[in-house]
């Protein structure tokens, strides 16, 4: 049997418990919270003051933070290239439908509610080339992106798993910097944002531990994969209006790392909770090749962590034209 129909009989095994996974690790829409929940009532007469709380709250935070919030922001708001994507893995499937599928479409209706809060804070804030914002958000989302994955289940699970937790470290640590700032109700709807990205790093973590109980060897070289080759972020083709392809990626990124909102050592800290969530040197039946790439796996965190010792991010001022001209 191919590795492919392999990876569709697991799958399909794992499809029975789709359901469960929905109960467990997602909220019915009636009582999750929804974006108006933290935004100012327009059908209030307090709605122009508590608008003005917010402008004034937003001054004293630096550009470099309205930055990242941007970059966020444009990230969440490019959901419909990530369930395209994963509406396309080897096992889900929209005809007939299937329970993957539905899982998917249930899980992206929750994230679908943090880049709509977040843009509408962002307009709010008057803080930001709304305009230009916009433009990137469409560029990301008509350039789509390559993770890597190709439809292999076991490699976008790997993904997943990964980039929900990255992005769980981001909102959080911009929900501290807006505390400090005294920006509380921002650093309130970045907590719960982040807190929905745990929860969601959880669900996508547990697919995983289920498929290394049925599949252990492969799942195992399925991890080796996409650490070789690093976890691409999902904003790795930002751009700005009439800049090329990813023209702009590395200068967020640097933006990111500066004002400590997600940095090289959280990468190399998510490698490391992710090979102990899923206890990879228990883990027994490997077959040699599947040996080698866990030794591979053990050793790379620490290797990892001596390189990025060596990173000096630069403290070099970026023009970005999502900021508007102080």
Known sequence: MSIKNIRMEVMQTLEKNVDSFVDEFLIPAEKIWQPTDFLPNSQKDTFISEVEEIRELSKELHDDFWVVLVGDTITEEALPTYESWLLDIDGIS????????????????????????????????????????????????????????????????????FQELATYVSHNNVAKIAKQKGHKSLAKMSKII????????????????????????????????????????????LRESFGAKGSLFDNFSTVAQRIGVYTGFDYVDILKKLTVSWEIDKIKNLTPEAEKARDYLMKLPERMQRITERIVVPNTKFEFKWMIPA
């Open 194 to 237: 982040a807190g929905d990205e745990m929860r969601h790093h959880q669900a996508y973590s547990h697919f995983v531990k289920e498929i290394f109980k049925i599949d252990p060897s492969e799942m195992m070289l399925a991890f080796q994969h996409m650490m070789k080759h690093k976890i691409v972020m999902p904003a790795l083709h």
């Open 94 to 161: 929209q005809q007939p439908d299937n329970g993957w599928a539905r899982w998917i479409r249930a899980w992206t209706s929750e994230e679908n509610r943090h880049g709509d809060v977040l843009n509408k804070y962002l307009y709010l804030s008057g803080r930001v080339n709304m305009r230009e914002v916009e433009i990137s958000t469409q560029h990301l989302i008509a350039d789509g992106f390559d993770i890597g994955t190709a439809t292999d289940p076991y490699k976008n699970f790997i993904y997943t798993s």
